[in-house]
T-cell receptor, first 112, second 110 residues
Framework: NAGVTQTPKFQVLKTGQSMTLQCAQD?????MYWYRQDPGMGLRLIYY???????DKGEVPNGYNVSRLNKREFSLRLESAAPSQTSVYFC???????????FGDGTRLSIL | DQQVKQNSPSLSVQEGRISILNCDYT??????FLWYKKYPAEGPTFLIS?????DKNEDGRFTVFLNKSAKHLSLHIVPSQPGDSAVYFC?????????FGTGTSLTVIP
């Protein structure tokens, strides 16, 4: 049971570079989410997708774009990375009706 | 402005005793509350939840209490075990969005 798979697990970027974080779930969940976790800040929602074909902004969307490629996959793109985007990024998915979220193991991203 | 707050960054408890983790929220529209457990280098794992129409939910050693008038949520772990040592996040949900607290690091001392 893979659950939620995130790639890559670690990445170092230079300021201004772009990259895409990948997320895939195999639980047939409708909703998918991207969070960032920073020290002392908990998890903050960047974007979410309530169902295939829809995406919505969360608390901290600036500097990010997302694509819900199909029901399984939800990617997060940094077009021009900034040091303030150094963080641990978590992808999550959930079923209908506010069911609990299942999380991936995170992508640790450092921007120099 | 943080809608879900965990005011205790850390908690230490002796093995076998009760651990009580607290959480406060500000949005009265939240209708679903959850607790997650997180080990280092792993994603959060769902532990227990409670609907806003209930005031208590139990699952084995874990019990969640909800006091809507006080906008307060707590997690009780009885008895505490060393394997319970982790960071615990509370979360609250409204429609499709989940809001997380900053976490409480629990250490259970053998």
């Amino acid at each position: 049971n893979a659950g939620v798979t995130q790639t890559p697990k670690f990445q170092v970027l230079k300021t201004g570079q772009s990259m895409t974080l990948q997320c895939a779930q195999d639980m047939n969940h409708n909703s998918m989410y991207w969070y960032r976790q920073d020290p002392g800040m908990g998890l903050r929602l960047i974007y979410y997708s309530a169902s295939e074909g829809t995406t919505d902004k969360g608390e901290v969307p600036n500097g990010y774009n997302v694509s819900r490629l199909n029901k399984r996959e939800f990617s997060l793109r940094l077009e021009s990375a900034a040091p303030s985007q150094t963080s641990v990024y978590f992808c999550a998915s959930s079923g209908l009706g506010g069911q609990p979220q299942h999380f991936g193991d995170g992508t640790r991203l450092s921007i120099l | 402005d943080q809608q879900v707050k965990q005011n205790s960054p850390s908690l230490s408890v002796q093995e076998g005793r009760i651990s009580i983790l607290n959480c406060d929220y500000t949005n009265s529209m939240f209708d679903y509350f959850l607790w997650y457990k997180k080990y280092p280098a792993e994603g959060p794992t769902f532990l227990i939840s409670i609907s806003s129409i209930k005031d208590k939910n139990e699952d084995g050693r874990f019990t969640v209490f909800l006091n809507k008038s006080a906008k307060h949520l707590s997690l009780h772990i009885v008895p505490s075990q060393p394997g319970d040592s982790a960071v615990y996040f509370c979360a609250a949900s409204e429609i499709n969005q989940f809001y997380f607290g900053t976490g409480t690091s629990l250490t259970v001392i053998p």
